[in-house]
């Protein structure tokens, strides 16, 4: 399967908690998304790496929150000291930059229960 | 601001009936793009169709067509004979130059779209 993949697929965790995710995109992509998705909404944009550059972080994006993509291949993002109004799905989309308004493809996401 | 309304949060449909998804967008660009994705329960977001600002030709695919009118700023999705397999949510998206050079999706908050046999 060539799709993009997120890794888990679930977490719950204690409020306070550190957590991490990991998006394996397409291979052959060099632009990584991060959104967030709650329930009832359409997904908000994080963050986007362009190879291993991280070149735009959305406002939603706090302190506690860091992402990198080490090498251009996998991302990871991670939460530190998880908050209750953390909880959302975590979706990973990829693309190729060929052209401007490329369409992403996005993986299955992350859903993340701060208990 | 950019900023995509989908007004119709919830439709329910009886199989093989036709269904229209509205979609509203708001750009200060004049080179935007526009796409439909579909949300199944599994939670995967899938791509659907791409149309840029300077391509007004509406398109058919299968069971699903695609209307666009800047006219209107609407860019509405229609299902043909629905299935029960079309159930998901459906999210309307754009990007422009603002959405950081083309590189960030604005979706709109979703039609859930459920399909009864």
């Known amino acids: 399967d060539t799709g993009v993949s997120q890794d888990p697929r679930h977490k719950i965790t204690k409020r306070g908690q550190n957590v991490t995710f990991r998006c394996d995109p397409i291979s052959e992509h060099n632009r990584l998304y991060w959104y967030r998705q709650t329930l009832g909404q359409g997904p908000e944009f994080l963050t986007y790496f362009q190879n291993e550059a991280q070149l735009e972080k959305s406002r939603l994006l706090s302190d506690r929150f860091s992402a990198e993509r080490p090498k251009g291949s996998f991302s990871t993002l991670e939460i530190q000291r998880t908050e209750q109004g953390d909880s959302a799905m975590y979706l990973c989309a990829s693309s190729l930059a060929r052209d401007r308004g490329a369409e992403a493809f996005f993986g299955q996401g992350t859903r993340l229960t701060v208990v | 601001a950019q900023k995509v309304t989908q007004a119709q949060t919830e439709i329910s449909v009886v199989e093989k009936e036709d269904v229209t998804l509205d979609c509203v967008y708001e750009t200060r660009d004049t080179t935007y793009y526009l796409f439909w994705y579909k949300q199944p329960p599994s939670g995967e977001l899938v791509f659907l169709i791409r149309r840029n600002s300077f391509d007004e030709q509406n398109e058919i695919s299968g069971r699903y067509s695609w209307n666009f009118q800047k006219s209107t700023s609407s860019f509405n999705f229609t299902i043909t004979a629905s299935q029960v397999v079309d159930s998901a949510v459906y999210f309307c998206?754009?990007?422009?130059?603002?959405?950081?050079?083309?590189?960030?999706?604005?979706f709109g908050a979703g039609t859930r779209l459920a399909v009864h046999p």
């Open positions: 998206a754009l990007s422009d130059s603002f959405s950081g050079g083309y590189n960030k999706l604005i």
